[in-house]
């Protein structure tokens, strides 16, 4: 929570600076919830090409889509809530719910539901705060978005330490280059989730063999 206040702030100042308030902030964190397709999403925001905007967000956010399939058994006992689930579902809410470590003595469902929320709340929150704080202060906004960056190397850092399995990883930084190589900036990520996905179903065995092994 403690990250998401901090990036949402960051995200609040930029969306200030272009013009747009802390409702508008609050706003698009309801309807896109996702950092990184909002961070780029400020650059859109004065113009340009509706069709090119709504491209760019699926390339940016398509990896949402494949962590949805992977949770689809995970939350399958979940009922109505399921379809918030799935919605607020990003990238530090997949890390922690997707471990197979939930606390001793909670109720499941609750705590996913509870994590997310929070996840989501506190975005918001940061959001709405940095559009507010952003209409008090008048400095050089220049680097904030790159807090997403850092978060997200932050998450692959933190799952590799506590992960026995490095295949997974290793996998996704290996054709995360070659098709950036490939198809080149702009056209990199869906093949890239594609092959992620196809090269981890065709391993799924060996792969749970292993991590079977390391846990004996």
């Not at 494949?66 to 006992?77: A, K, L």
């Not at 906004?141 to 506590?162: E, N, R």
């Not at 990199?188 to 092959?195: H, N, W």
Request: charged share 15%.
């Amino acid at each position: 929570m403690v990250t998401f206040i901090v990036l949402g702030i960051g995200y609040g100042l930029l969306m200030q600076k272009s013009g747009y308030g802390p409702l508008w902030s609050l706003a698009s964190g309801l309807i896109i919830f996702s950092g990184t397709v909002q961070f780029v999403s400020v650059s859109m925001l004065g113009g340009g090409s509706v069709i090119m905007a709504a491209i760019t967000a699926l390339m940016v956010a398509a990896r949402h889509i494949f962590f949805s399939i992977s949770m689809i058994g995970r939350y399958s006992s979940e009922g109505r809530r399921k379809w918030y689930l799935f919605y607020a579902l990003c990238d530090e809410t997949y890390a922690m719910l997707s471990r197979n470590e939930t606390p001793e003595g909670v109720d499941l469902s609750a705590y996913r539901l509870l994590v997310t929320m929070f996840d989501q709340g506190s975005w918001l929150l940061g959001s709405f705060l940095g559009g507010w704080i952003g209409t008090l202060l008048n400095f050089d906004s220049t680097g904030i978005d790159f807090a997403m960056t850092a978060l997200f190397v932050t998450v692959f850092i933190d799952q590799w330490k506590s992960a026995e399995n490095h295949i997974p990883a290793v996998l996704g930084v290996a054709a995360t280059l070659a098709c950036r190589l490939i198809f080149g900036r702009e056209l990199f990520l869906i093949p890239a989730m594609v092959i992620i996905i196809a090269v981890l179903t065709v391993m799924r065995g060996r792969i749970e063999q292993k991590e079977g092994d390391t846990d004996a």
